[in-house]
């Protein structure tokens, strides 16, 4: 029958350090590892299409700040993603049929940073925003004759941007009415490793 038996093991770790730079603001750093266990087969007879283990490094910098006698609290980051054989799925011809199989990318890297705002300026009023700056591409990947190399990682915007609002009004029975309005934006993504245009 189709059998395999593979066997990956890995030991994962997490440091991280925190500073408090004053009472209402605080400084950190992290370095970890992630693992995801390899696979075998496609779903279609016989069972083929062996993928790797898919191991990260991530590092992550950044600082927690409140202002405004804690009316408000801004968070920024940075982050650093090295991926080894990063499991992404791919288009592959099986028997005459496009399938989607999972496939390892040789290496992958993301980078970027992030901010969010959160503030309540009145006791009926809060804001909220957040932005993300984004670089995830594939280092060497090739993949059924196909060279990925350099390619954006599908569903990754460089910019992403979100805003919200709510007022609330109280009224004379107690009640209240609650008002709000967000917004939302998101640069240009692709859908597949190719980075055709859809």
Do not use: C, H, M
């Amino acid at each position: 029958g189709n059998v395999a038996d593979f066997t990956w093991e890995s030991t994962d770790y997490k440091v991280g350090v925190e500073f408090d730079l004053t009472p209402t603001s605080l400084l950190f750093a992290s370095t970890s590892t992630g693992y995801k266990a390899g696979g075998y087969g496609d779903g279609l007879p016989p069972l083929n299409n062996k993928y790797e283990p898919e191991q990260l490094t991530a590092y992550e910098v950044g600082a927690k700040n409140r202002f405004l006698d804690n009316r408000a609290q801004l968070n920024v980051s940075a982050f650093y993603y090295d991926y080894q054989n990063q499991q992404v799925f791919a288009q592959a011809l099986r028997n005459g049929l496009t399938v989607l199989v999972l496939d390892n990318a040789a290496r992958s890297k993301v980078y970027g940073a992030e901010a969010d705002l959160t503030a309540r300026p009145t006791e009926n009023l809060s804001i909220t925003a957040g932005l993300s700056l984004l670089n995830a591409k594939y280092g060497e990947y090739e993949s059924d004759g196909d060279d990925f190399t350099d390619n954006r990682l599908p569903q990754s915007p460089k910019v992403t941007f979100n805003a919200a609002v709510n007022y609330t009004f109280p009224l004379a029975s107690g009640a209240s009415i609650v008002t709000s309005a967000d917004a939302a934006y998101s640069s240009k993504i692709y859908f597949d490793n190719s980075n055709a245009d859809r």
